[in-house]
């Protein structure tokens, strides 16, 4: 039976595990291989780990960390970063992980997705969309780390890319980045009227609420985080954590029960 997934989201920055706000002043919090280690003993249901540099430095991927990450890793694996080639997807495919994520190269050449789904399969191909609020309403897709503005709509992207053999959206807001404050709900709704494809959102999270809002708003949906699950307490001391089995299912169950 298809359920909602839960899903931390690992920002790496020359090899160190970071966490940004508004994708800005990245913070180093720890090794991504010892968070791997952790999570793998939390059962998570997937995780995503996003290299943030590789695109923005226009570099390869780091072949060899992606490998040592998917030995470590007992879950399924979503990698993004750098990824601009469909030999590339390949090569990161090959060493055992479960979905590529491409975003900057995507929103510029929409063409890679079906190039890269041609190799891997479209229920492996990702597309991470960074969307930004527009001043007089609306929003915008940025790249580059959220540094360039695109100009293109998110809604006509998501069908563009769907129509172009997208197995996954993944929607990114940069404006509820790393501030703990909950999803934008109302992108995600409006995104969710646009597309029949998985749908993850990403951005906001600040706590175990917050995700069960976004459940019992849609359904079986992606609710991805990284400072939930990289920060605890008021202070944010560092701590990698994730709710246990139980707490998971109770909170899933709850949220279909408003739903």
Do not use: W
């Amino acid at each position: 039976m298809l359920r909602p997934r839960i899903i931390p989201c690992l920002l790496v920055k020359d090899k160190g595990l970071v966490k940004t706000v508004h994708f800005k002043n990245p913070k180093y919090v720890g090794d991504p291989i010892n968070a791997v280690r952790i999570f793998n003993e939390k059962q998570v249901d997937e995780l995503t780990v996003l290299d943030i540099d590789a695109s923005a430095e226009n570099r390869e991927p780091d072949y060899r960390m992606i490998e040592n990450l998917a030995a470590e890793c007992r879950m399924p694996l979503c990698y993004g970063g750098g990824v601009k080639t469909p030999e590339q997807a390949q090569r990161i495919f090959s060493l055992g992980v479960e979905k590529i994520a491409i975003s900057s190269a995507a929103v510029e050449d929409p063409t890679l997705v079906s190039r890269i789904a041609e190799r891997v399969g479209s229920q492996s191909v990702v597309v991470i969309i960074d969307v930004k609020k527009k001043l007089l309403g609306g929003y915008e897709v940025y790249i580059n780390n959220g540094k360039k503005a695109t100009g293109k709509n998110p809604f006509d992207l998501v069908k563009q890319l769907e129509k172009l053999g997208a197995g996954e959206i993944v929607i990114n807001s940069i404006d509820q980045d790393g501030a703990m404050k909950g999803y934008d709900l109302n992108l995600a709704d409006k995104i969710r009227a646009v597309t029949h494809l998985p749908l993850t959102i990403l951005g906001g999270a600040g706590s175990l609420e917050d995700i069960g809002k976004l459940i019992s708003k849609f359904g079986i949906i992606g609710a991805s985080a990284g400072s939930l699950f990289v920060f605890k307490g008021i202070y944010k001391a560092v701590l990698i954590n994730y709710p246990n089995p139980s707490d998971k299912d109770t909170l899933i169950k709850n949220s279909f029960q408003f739903s």
